[in-house]
């Protein structure tokens, strides 16, 4: 986005200027015309100190889902798709989404329809969006696909978010757990240290243990740096590797507590977007593309795939998701009911409902159960270092008396 000077002159005759960034001169030229200011000069600012600064391009999931609320909401009032682009380009406070859509405003301004003008951001508008919204604009009913869309989005925002905070939790005790851990073995610890080398007397057996650990910390304290950066380039090493990352996915989902959660959470997230994209006429075998893209976890995806390679032999969607452990009875049931009775969009709505509350029960479980297990750890490991340096003082001050 290149920054521009520009010399009009407003309502009143007088004249104005000023600077306004946008991707073209003929985009400082709208704006200026919906404020009333008629362009007399328009001019690009050359030059590094006139550049656009900025960090990343992608637009954050929660701005995203706010856009398609507002949007389809403005539809719904009857506002045209241009105009609706421009309020919501003016109304964004994410500067990468406001960029996109006057961009995608200019387009709708030429002529282009709005989903080949999304189509050219990828970036910000993932498959699911580009085709439903295609099916939109066959079938008449843009409202209708922009509203499925919305509450698709919505779901899947507040499910990601509950998983995440489900994992985040534990992992910033953990955090804190081994910080505070580390804190006392190399700065408390050893101050104690100094003082039980003056006894003239044998040390208990913990308190031995916890001293050589505090030794080992301020010795070898490059060790844990070291530690942490390999565990980091392996797992980006093995998530790299097509066939390892398939085998990190299996040990995932078969992780105790956290693997029945992601696999809810991936099921739910399977049956709601086949669901808004069938109740949205899009074709079943591009469906079966865009799932595939959707899905995280290879296990899933390879599942999907096989589902999609029997859909183009003619057989069932349901037939490899009832061989493979990681789609439950009722998944393949409910799916094989729909494919019979023709009720599959409404069938998979259901099945999405019942995994979105499963994750919903789960999360809660999983924090009430985890929470009290982390403050115990924590308490313990504070307290055997605690305990191991209380145990000599109270010897020395028996001694004393």
């Known amino acids: 986005m290149a920054q521009y000077r520009y010399k009009g002159r407003n309502r009143r005759g007088k004249t104005v200027q000023g600077k306004l960034q946008a ?8 704006q200026l015309r919906d404020q009333g200011i008629m362009a007399l000069e328009v001019k690009e600012l050359s030059g590094a100190l006139h550049k656009e600064i900025s ?16 949007f389809a909401t403005l539809l719904k009032a009857g506002i045209t798709v241009v ?21 995608v405003e200019t387009e709708l301004r030429s002529g282009n329809p709005l989903s080949e003008s999304c189509e050219q951001h990828p970036k910000v508008f993932p498959p699911l969006y580009i085709n439903m919204i295609k099916a939109g604009e ?16 919505e779901k899947q925002y507040k499910l990601v978010q509950k998983v995440k905070s489900a994992i985040t939790y534990p992992a910033a005790v953990g955090v804190v757990t081994v910080a505070v851990v580390i804190f006392l073995l190399s700065s408390v610890v050893p101050t104690f240290a100094t003082m039980f080398e003056s006894f003239d007397a044998e040390l208990p057996a913990l ?46 989902l078969k992780t105790p507590l956290f693997g029945k959660l992601l696999q809810k959470a991936e099921l739910a997230r399977v049956t709601r977007t086949l669901s808004s994209l069938f109740s949205s006429a899009v074709p079943v ?17 390879n599942v999907i795939r ?26 393949t049931q409910m799916i094989s009911v729909g494919e019979s009775t023709g009720a599959l969009d409404a069938m998979l709505d259901k ?6 509350d499963e994750v919903d029960t789960a999360t809660e479980q999983l924090k009430s159960l985890i929470e009290p297990i982390l403050i115990v750890v924590l308490a313990g490991v504070v307290g055997v270092i605690v305990m191991s340096i209380m145990i000599p003082m109270f010897k020395v001050f028996d001694a004393i008396q």
């Open 306 to 331: 096989d589902s999609r390679s029997s859909l183009e032999k003619g057989e069932s969607l349901s037939k490899p998701m009832e061989e493979s452990w990681v789609f439950p009875p009722l998944v």
């Open 138 to 153: 066959i079938g008449g009913n843009l409202d209708e696909v922009l509203d499925r869309l919305a509450f698709y989005y």
């Open 207 to 252: 308190t031995q243990f916890v001293l050589a650990a505090g030794d080992v910390v301020q010795s070898y304290w490059w060790t844990i740096i070291v530690f942490v950066l390999v565990v980091i380039i392996g797992f980006k090493v093995i998530n790299d590797n097509k066939q390892s990352r398939l085998y990190l996915h299996f040990i995932i």
């Open 83 to 103: 105009e609706a682009t421009e309020i919501l380009a003016e109304q964004t406070s994410s500067k990468a989404l406001k960029k996109v859509l006057m961009q």
């Open 55 to 70: 960090i990343g391009s992608g637009v954050k999931p929660q701005d995203f889902v706010i856009y398609m609320r507002q």
């Open 285 to 301: 075998l591009q469906a079966m593309v865009i799932v595939e893209k959707v899905v995280k976890n290879n296990v899933i995806k």
């Open 23 to 30: 991707e073209s001169e003929r985009e400082i030229r709208l």
């Open 351 to 356: 099945v999405a409902e019942f995994y979105e």
